[in-house]
């Protein structure tokens, strides 16, 4: 186009040169002068706002390429959005090395309102921090009227077994979580319900944590927090193959939630550990007044994964195309008393009980006049996995020491301390990639008053092939259960199968 408008210069010149001669005179000249500097100047018009319209399409283009780079997350080729924006202030532009090294935050694209699976949804991003949350839930049908109707345990009382058949709302949480003023610096804060026992203390719960990450291999917290005495218990929460319940071995040997102080990391990419220091065994629905003032709870893991991420899931939903494994060690210590134990349906309760389901600080249980009001719980576990192309296989083992009994009458009584001892067994397949979940589980207490076991075959369907949404269902078997509570879909002394199905979100 710049050629057609010099070529229209040109021609226009050499028209003047003829057309003059044939009519000279000095007006003429002058008019015909004049005439063609107007053209001239207009032609120059008209070629410097070419040349000012193309730089501008080359500088549009150029911001297109670097916004469609920073989309894709790949890093810029072209002078950053930022410096074509801003005035120009006579200074020389930034070398190549120093905008090469621009906070990480202006190379990566925002994560405002983007959502990953079963770890929820950006809602708010500053330079300050940043809020995620997360909604979990599940509606759960239960049907135990084939469990035997009584119950008659060790020392030969029976019970009414508490037989249902009901649908519940049975959870519902609200988590946010996120970190603020420095990216080290996390929190937590959720609002936890257990609709089935509506009307009971804790039945809600507000609770969370802080923590800081003072290296990769330390991080500081102080809240409220699980003691990692069991695997059920290190954080791997809602990914069990079951939906919120446990088999019966860990649910009588574990501990709980609890406010305190830990500290946890990674010695190397293998090798993790937790050690927590808390106010008991189960402070949910426990008051601070009905504590002891003497911080005699405390709880560790060690954890080895030699080959590679075995992941928080008990199966392999992730198809892991190499084997990985797992070994974990837990230890848990704690003074407890009769005051500081939670109500049996309060939420995630942990009571200190026989194998034949009793409380041992119910009074009058081992004799008239005879009370226990404090004793010593110390528990050990060891667990190990596999898990390969959709298919694993994991057991845990537990040993419980009951002892130090203290209380009215204590020193009447026939025995200084109680030894139980579990396992527990869990398989799973893939029928179907990241879609349907076939596992079969089992667990056994060998115990002073008794030996109760469980056994359960279920299926997990997931329809959008991941874990945000699962429907579960299950039959399990139960001989002597000495655990239970509304929450759960077993009973104490239940005897008998039990089926359950759930829809659960994780989202």
Do not use: C
């Not at 009584?150 to 949480?173: L, P």
């Not at 988590?175 to 026992?197: E, R």
């Not at 009058?364 to 192309?389: E, N, R, S, V, W």
Request: charged content about 20%; hydrophobic content about 35%; glycine content about 10%.
């Amino acid at each position: 186009m710049l050629h057609s408008v010099r070529n229209i210069g040109v021609t226009a010149g050499l028209v003047s040169s003829l057309v003059l001669p044939a009519a000279f005179s000095p007006a003429a000249f002058a008019d015909a002068a004049a005439v063609q500097a107007e053209i001239l100047e207009r032609l120059q018009r008209l070629e410097s706002n070419q040349l000012e319209l193309e730089q501008q399409l080359k500088d549009r283009d150029a911001r297109i390429r670097e916004l469609e780079e920073q989309l894709r997350g790949e890093p810029a080729t072209a002078t950053t959005v930022r410096e074509q924006q801003a005035p120009d202030t006579g200074a020389q532009p930034a070398p190549a090395t120093q905008r090469a090294a621009a906070p990480e935050a202006e190379k990566k694209p925002s994560r405002l309102n983007t959502h990953t699976p079963g770890k929820g949804t950006t809602i708010a991003e500053t330079d300050s921090g940043d809020i995620n949350f997360r909604f979990y839930a599940y509606t759960r049908y239960l049907n135990s009227n084939a469990l035997d109707k009584e119950y008659t345990d060790s020392f030969g009382q029976t019970s009414k077994v508490d037989r249902r058949q009901d649908f519940q709302v049975n959870k519902m949480n609200f988590y946010f979580s996120g970190w603020a003023m420095d990216p080290k610096f996390h929190y937590l804060g959720y609002v936890w319900t257990t609709n089935a026992s509506q009307g009971r203390d804790a039945q809600v719960v507000v609770a969370g944590n802080m923590q800081y990450d003072f290296t990769n291999w330390l991080t500081g917290g102080v809240g409220i927090d699980s003691l990692p005495g069991t695997r059920t218990t290190e954080g791997n929460f809602p990914f069990w193959l079951s939906v919120d319940n446990r088999l019966i071995s860990d649910e009588f040997f574990r501990p709980s939630y609890t406010t305190g102080i830990w500290v946890k990391g990674g010695l190397n990419d293998k090798l993790n550990y937790k050690l927590m220091l808390g106010n008991n065994l189960s402070q949910l629905g426990v008051d601070a007044g009905q504590l002891e003032n003497d911080l005699a709870t405390w709880s560790a893991n060690l954890t080895w994964m030699p080959f590679g991420d075995y992941g928080k899931g008990f199966g392999d939903f992730e198809m892991h195309q190499q084997p990985v494994t797992r070994f974990g060690l837990n230890y848990t210590y704690s003074e407890e008393d009769r005051q500081s134990q939670p109500d049996t349906e309060d939420v995630e309760n942990v009571q200190l009980r026989l194998s034949d389901g009793n409380i041992i600080f119910d009074p009058g249980l081992f004799g008239d006049g005879i009370i226990i009001t404090d004793a010593t719980y110390q528990m050990a576990a060891f667990d190990a996995g596999l898990k390969y192309k959709g298919s694993s296989i994991w057991g845990e083992y537990f040993v419980r020491w009951l002892d130090d009994f203290k209380g009215p009458g204590s020193s009447g009584l026939s025995f200084n301390d109680f030894k139980d001892h579990g396992f527990q067994l869990q398989t799973s397949t893939m029928l179907s990639p990241q879609a349907v979940q076939l596992y079969l589980s089992g667990s056994k207490i060998f115990g002073e008053y008794g030996n109760p076991w469980d056994a359960r075959l279920g299926i997990n369907v997931y329809p959008w092939r991941n874990k945000v949404v699962r429907w579960n269902s299950e039959l399990i078997y139960l001989d002597d259960s000495p655990v239970g509570a509304l929450s759960l879909p077993y009973t104490v002394g239940g005897s008998g199968p039990v089926f359950n199905t759930n829809l659960e979100v994780n989202y």
